[in-house]
């Protein structure tokens, strides 16, 4: 019975359901980290474990657990998992009583029923494991020694602040901003200002010449003075550059997500097991296929799981294996799932 036990308590360390065929199934159940304010304790998450007692199918979890430690078949790892729940019942009749280690224990009631009592641990809790529930008082009571009044006290002293202010450095600081803003308001008179100082010529002034009037004509003794035709002054014409048109880069649609969808579940009907592939070929050579019309194999963690059929829908898969156990060579299959 012992031998059980250490398999239940493996699986339980992986799957929080571990089903025990024909007695049962263990089931972790995660409860939440809680706090009690009138004890002022918090206690972590973790993980406690319920009985189901309806669970009565073989999930096969406890089967390969056998055998992978003992190095056997699935068949006598199936008779010796039997061997051990027959034990379990057993005991259980006899003593009325049966304990299960870490597990807890089970009882039998006053009208036959079974009465599960589950163990206190925390090693199935492996996302909390080492954290334990503590105590964190309140802090009022640090201060209960103290003298209020001298604590009062000492704040107020602490709020006040002196700081040293020297009256002959703020109106130095004073006067200095007025004279700076009294320098910004005052403006630079323009009226005397030449104005042929600060315009641009587009003909030099070295090539302009200037004209005499026409009415009041100039004598030169022994020099002759030729008049010249007043000049226009004639302004370039300055043509306006259009400003260039910058075209704004079309932005292309971003594509739709494309929603991916789940590998479903698929749910096979499993009615042999082997370590090597050579093994499971020689085991579907020998299979009538007009019994098992799509039997394959299934590769999972190194073994080689011989199908009969496989369906995407749980209630077909038990109607059909129901309808394969009939047939006394595949009375142990069992269903595997896998995605």
């Known amino acids: 019975m012992l ?3 250490t398999h239940i308590e493996r699986q339980l360390l992986v799957h929080d359901c571990v089903i025990v065929p024909k007695f049962g199934g263990f089931v972790l159940q995660t409860i939440s980290a809680t706090y009690n304010g ?12 319920v009985f189901n007692i309806t669970l009565q199918h073989n999930d096969g979890l406890l089967s390969e657990s056998y055998m992978q430690m003992y190095e056997v078949n699935y068949r006598k790892a199936q008779l010796m998992l039997e061997e051990d729940v027959a034990d379990m019942k057993s005991v259980l009749q006899e003593n009325k ?5 870490v597990l807890g224990s089970f ?5 036959g029923q079974v009465v599960f009592h589950p163990g206190v641990s925390d090693s199935f809790s492996i996302n909390t494991y080492g954290l334990i529930p503590f105590n964190f008082p309140l802090l009022q009571p640090v201060y209960a020694g103290h ?20 009256r002959k450095f703020i109106r130095v600081v004073t006067a200095s901003a007025a004279a700076i803003a009294l320098f910004l308001l005052v403006s630079t008179p323009v009226k005397d200002v030449s104005q042929s100082a600060y315009t641009a010529s587009f003909v030099p002034t070295e090539m302009v010449v200037k004209t005499i009037p026409e009415t009041a004509p100039e004598v030169v003794s022994e020099t002759k003075v030729v008049e010249a035709a007043p000049m226009k002054e004639v302004k370039p014409e300055v043509k ?10 079309a932005v292309a649609p971003k594509p739709a997500p494309v929603a991916v969808k789940p590998n479903p579940k698929m749910y096979h009907i499993v009615i042999a097991s082997f370590p090597t592939e050579d093994q499971a070929d020689k085991y579907i050579a020998g299979v009538d296929r007009n019994e098992c019309k799509h039997v394959s194999k299934v590769v999972r963690d190194g073994k080689y799981r011989i199908y009969a059929d496989k369906f995407d829908n749980r209630e077909q898969a038990e109607s059909y294996m129901a309808n394969l156990r009939t047939n006394e060579k595949y009375k142990d299959a069992w269903l595997f799932i896998s995605r």
């Open 3 to 5: 031998r059980i036990i």
């Open 97 to 101: 009583t049966l304990s299960l280690g």
């Open 147 to 166: 003298d209020n009044v001298d604590l009062l006290t000492r704040k107020k002293k602490k709020d006040i602040l002196y700081i040293p202010v020297n």
């Open 240 to 249: 306006a550059t259009p400003a260039p048109v910058v075209k704004k880069p």
């Open 107 to 111: 009882t039998l009631g006053e009208e």
């Open 38 to 49: 009138e004890e002022h304790l918090f206690t972590p998450q973790r993980k406690e474990i």
